[in-house]
């Protein structure tokens, strides 16, 4: 039995070592045999499509004629930069401003509500204490209460009462 478990690891390990260096080796040894290689192909390709067939009119596009016959962009386009970095600015002040805004807004309904729960939170502190004052008089009384029947019962097992 022992013989065989051995059998199957050595055949494991070999057919493992096989799988794992095989390719490597049938690589080696196929470049050193000759082979035949195929005939250069020889194809004839049309050159890929291009751009201006699809477009034609594209290169005849510049940069400076965009805009020239639209008013508003030839006016934002002769601004000066320093005119724009102002006007870019001015606009992130005032998102900025709106951002402050809504952050404060929010911040007063967050306090408003943390009062309200505040005050939630001081009536069942109130309703707490009172319940815990109105349990220890009673257990206070209970005791009284206790010691007076235990007294009473004492008297009465010594005046010949019995408990049948």
């Given at each position: 039995?022992?013989?065989?478990?051995?059998?199957?690891?050595?055949?494991?390990?070999?057919?493992?070592?096989?799988?794992?260096?095989?390719?490597?080796?049938?690589?080696?040894?196929?470049k050193t045999i000759p082979n035949f290689t195929c005939p250069p192909c020889s194809c004839h390709c049309p050159p890929p499509p291009s751009l201006l067939r699809f477009a034609p009119g594209l290169l005849n596009l510049s940069v400076t004629d965009c805009g020239?016959?639209?008013?508003?962009?030839?006016?934002?386009?002769?601004?000066?930069?320093?005119?724009?970095?102002?006007?870019?600015?001015?606009?992130?002040?005032?998102?900025?401003?709106?951002?402050?805004?809504?952050?404060?807004?929010?911040?007063?309904?967050?306090?408003?509500?943390?009062?309200?729960?505040?005050?939630e939170a001081d009536k069942c502190v109130a309703a707490t204490e009172t319940c815990e004052g109105a349990r220890e008089h009673s257990e206070a009384l209970l005791r009284k209460e206790t010691k007076l029947t235990l007294l009473w019962e004492q008297r009465a097992r010594n005046l010949g009462w019995t408990t049948e």
């Open positions: 039995m022992m013989g065989s478990g051995r059998w199957c690891l050595v055949m494991f390990a070999v057919i493992s070592a096989l799988c794992v260096s095989g390719p490597a080796l049938y690589w080696k040894f196929h020239k016959s639209d008013p508003e962009v030839k006016q934002e386009m002769g601004k000066e930069f320093v005119d724009l970095l102002t006007e870019e600015l001015k606009l992130q002040e005032g998102v900025s401003a709106e951002h402050a805004q809504h952050m404060n807004v929010t911040l007063t309904d967050a306090r408003r509500v943390a009062s309200q729960y505040q005050r």
